[in-house]
Nanobody
Framework: QLQLVEVGGGLVQPGGSLRLSCAAA????????IGWFRQVPGKEREGVAC????????NYSDSAKGRFTISRDDAKNTVFLQMNSLKPEDTAVYYC?????????????WGQGTQVTVSS
């Protein structure tokens, strides 16, 4: 069973940057699109970015466009989310999940999440 693990969260000041990683254990990510999502307590989970299995297609939420970049390194079996110009409203638990080839639900194999806190 595909298992995903997110790392890279932390505390950062507004305007700062973080890079999140989503790594797979035991199974290749080659056939999976990977999406990043985030959730704040009391609010619905929202999609942030997604990259297709080939890496040829990416999409971003309006809030992420121009600030976040999703990429994949298949040699490392890892997908990255580079987050720049972070804002306090980016504070959330960030999750990655897999979909089959393209960025369409259903998503599965959700990771445990990594906390991102943007605060001065």
């Amino acid at each position: 069973q595909l298992q995903l693990v997110e790392v890279g969260g932390g505390l950062v000041q507004p305007g700062g940057s973080l890079r999140l990683s989503c790594a797979a254990a035991r199974y290749t990510l080659d056939y999976y699109a990977i999406g990043w999502f985030r959730q704040v307590p009391g609010k619905e989970r929202e999609g942030v970015a997604c990259i297709s299995s080939s890496g040829g297609s990416t999409n971003y939420s309006d809030s992420a466009k121009g600030r976040f970049t999703i990429s994949r390194d298949d040699a490392k079996n890892t997908v990255f989310l580079q987050m720049n110009s972070l804002k306090p409203e980016d504070t959330a638990v960030y999750y990655c999940a897999a979909a089959l080839e393209v960025c369409l639900p259903p998503y599965y194999s959700w990771g445990q999440g990594t906390q991102v806190t943007v605060s001065s």
